[in-house]
């Protein structure tokens, strides 16, 4: 298992920060947001340390998943948002945040952009490169 002696979320897998856990599993530790932006917010993390979620293994990816279904489906949440933050400090850590009203829970700010038709094309290209790499990755023999 990858581990950051530095990381909040690293200690909180190890114990020495202390959490109310919700599930834990072989791979994945779900607890109580302790600045929660409403009743039921709840953070789920990997065991393994990552910065950016593409650093997962994808059997970490797998798991956390499956966990933050239970964590919502356990809140009794009927509307809910699912944050997962990507830098150096982030752990991928996935916050289920239950939104009761308009006022509680998760606020995004999403200022759109208008790109041109040839700019918003330019992101199907990026699945070409995905195909390539797929390709290069099923020739690694296992
Ligand atoms: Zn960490």
């Not at 400090?89 to 208008?114: D, R, Y």
Request: net charge positive.
């Amino acid at each position: 298992m990858s581990r950051d002696p530095n990381c909040i979320f690293c200690k909180i897998i190890e114990g020495k920060i202390p959490s109310m856990k919700l599930i834990e599993t072989e791979k994945s530790l779900a607890f109580v947001d302790i600045g929660p932006c409403a009743p039921g917010h709840s953070l789920i993390i990997p065991k393994y340390h990552a910065a950016k979620m593409h650093e997962l293994p994808d059997d970490s990816l797998a798991d956390i998943l499956p966990v933050a279904k239970k964590v919502v489906i356990a809140t009794g949440a009927t509307e809910y948002n699912i944050l997962q933050n990507n830098g150096r400090m982030a752990h991928q850590v996935l916050h289920v945040i239950p939104k009761p009203s308009q006022e509680q829970g998760l606020v995004v700010g999403w200022p759109s952009t208008k790109p041109s038709k040839e700019e918003l094309q330019k992101v199907c290209t990026f699945t070409s490169h995905i195909q390539v790499y797929e390709k290069l990755l099923s020739q690694i023999p296992k």
